[in-house]
């Protein structure tokens, strides 16, 4: 297809608007306008002709834009087809107007056919609004939005999958693949496997794991959209913004193929899980240097079901996460605390924590976030809040902290965010830190 058919076929989005506007106005004119207001019938008869003439104009533009823009035959045959029996009728439409002026028996076909006319304007804008924005987007429900949401609910019920097969392929196939595909390698780029998705394009690499700031694919995504190289190219659908995050969440956390699902994803969605992933990435070269961990303490704990990582591939910093831990036994606390200074990030979230947690929380001051979601924290937990001092988020959703409780976090310096829906944290709190420490994000989720 050369360059110049390609570039005339762009122009369909546009002039698709005639036919439609053109119609809609005839058919108002028709059926809604008194008939004294409506004078000249030969004024509809010159609609006629000028919106199927753009009718078929735009189709032909619409033919050239789906040779050249990587949309798949499925896709687009139901649109195609449609728009084709839309032009027929509308030229039909045209015929009839005429006859029925002399043959008063044509007067009901004319009307018919407007009517089916625009019946037809209608299914095959729908299916076009469907292969620009995807399917569901002119509906009225909000399951469209919530995509993510509901798949991920599934998906951790299903047999534990990894996050690239439940999460991130699912993303690929539907914005990305039909572009970047054995049939059609734009960018020398395909994604419809994860070896070819690391093998890269014309320019190389396109995902480097752990780095998501410098990984094309991701740097694409984020370009505006008015940019030429922003992808997918304006015009197809988009990504939303929690696509967008998981994306660069998964590169930033080292594009694996195997991680699964149930490591990542805590009890809570997916959502929540992105937005807070996202913002608080570090970055490689700001993290501050640390010994590697005690390698005994880390298996031990690996074997009792813990979910340990580092923060960044190479770095002494661990993310440990108790999410696929049965119990948390005191014996447990004592292996963290072997290796508290590492602990970055620390998710025990849903446990019962035994009494001497209180004495890991002591050694955690370099920690910078803390999940206790739905945990069960004694009060020698709750009472050393204070000791976290290099923490950024906490999350005490669902517990039966207080308002007392969280005092001594307003003396920490570095603290961004407290979340604390459903607990036993109140108005007072908010009001408390939103006048001594307004850059502390607390929230009670409107509460
Ligand atoms: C409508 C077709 C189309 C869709 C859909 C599409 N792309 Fe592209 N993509 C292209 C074309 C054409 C190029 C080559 C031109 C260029 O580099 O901008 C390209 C190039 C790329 C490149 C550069 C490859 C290299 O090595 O030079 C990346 C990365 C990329 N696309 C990512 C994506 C991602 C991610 C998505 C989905 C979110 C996507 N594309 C969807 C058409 C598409």
């Known amino acids: 297809m050369s360059e110049v058919a390609d570039w005339i076929g762009r122009f369909h989005p546009l002039v698709l608007h005639l036919p439609i506007g053109v119609f809609c106005f005839a058919f108002v004119w028709q059926y809604l306008l008194p008939q004294k ?19 078929v ?21 139901v649109h195609k087809w449609t728009a084709v029996v839309f032009s027929a009728l509308s030229f039909l ?52 939005q919530n995509n993510i949401q509901e798949d991920s609910a599934n998906i951790s019920d299903s047999t534990d999958p990894s996050v690239y097969v439940a999460m991130v392929s699912p993303v690929l196939k539907q914005k990305c693949v039909a572009c970047h595909q054995a049939k059609k390698i734009k960018g020398g780029l395909r994604m419809d496997g994860f070896n070819w998705l690391m093998k890269g394009g014309k320019s190389g690499l396109v995902v480097k794991p752990g780095d998501a700031a410098n990984s094309e694919l991701i740097r694409r995504m984020l370009l505006p959209l008015e940019d030429d190289k922003h992808m997918p190219p304006k015009g197809r659908m988009q990504l939303s913004e929690e696509e967008i995050a998981l994306m660069h969440w998964w590169v930033a956390k080292g594009a694996d193929a195997v991680v699964k699902v149930k490591e ?21 070269a700001s993290l501050p240097a640390v010994n590697l961990p005690d390698s005994v303490a ?21 993310d440990i996460s108790a999410v696929n831990v049965e119990r948390l036994e005191s014996g447990d606390v004592k292996r963290l ?44 937990v709750r009472n050393r809040f204070g000791k976290l001092l290099a923490l950024e988020y906490l999350n005490i959703t669902g517990t039966d902290c207080t308002d007392a409780d969280l005092i001594p976090l307003l003396e920490l310096k570095q603290l961004k965010h407290v979340y604390g829906w459903k607990s036993a944290v109140g108005e007072a709190s908010v009001q408390v830190f939103s006048r001594k420490r307004p850059d502390i994000k607390l929230d009670l989720g409107g509460k």
């Open 337 to 380: 605390q072997l290796i508290a200074p590492q602990i970055w990030q620390l998710n025990v979230s849903g446990h019962r924590l035994p009494e001497n947690f209180g004495e890991l929380i002591e050694m955690l001051s370099q920690t910078r976030r803390m999940d206790l979601r739905e945990a069960e924290l004694p009060e020698g």
């Open 298 to 318: 880390v298996q031990q704990l690996k074997a009792r079901g813990y979910g340990i990582r580092p923060v960044v591939l190479g770095s002494g910093w661990l």
């Open 264 to 284: 990542v994803v805590a009890n809570d969605t997916i959502r929540a899980l992105l937005k807070v992933s996202d913002e608080q990435e570090p970055e490689a």
């Open 37 to 55: 207001w409506r004078g000249e019938d030969g004024f509809l008869g010159g609609l006629f002709v000028f919106g199927s003439g753009s009718a």
């Open 93 to 144: 439409q045209v015929y009839l107007w005429k006859q029925k002026a002399r043959h008063p028996r044509m007067r009901q076909a004319y009307h018919v056919n407007f009517w089916l006319l625009m019946t037809a304007l209608g299914v095959t804008g729908h299916f076009g609004g469907t292969l620009t924005h995807g399917a569901g987007y002119l509906s009225f429900s909000s399951a469209y």
């Open 57 to 77: 104009l735009s189709a032909a533009l619409g033919w050239l834009l789906s040779q050249s823009d990587g949309y798949t035959a499925e896709e687009v045959d």
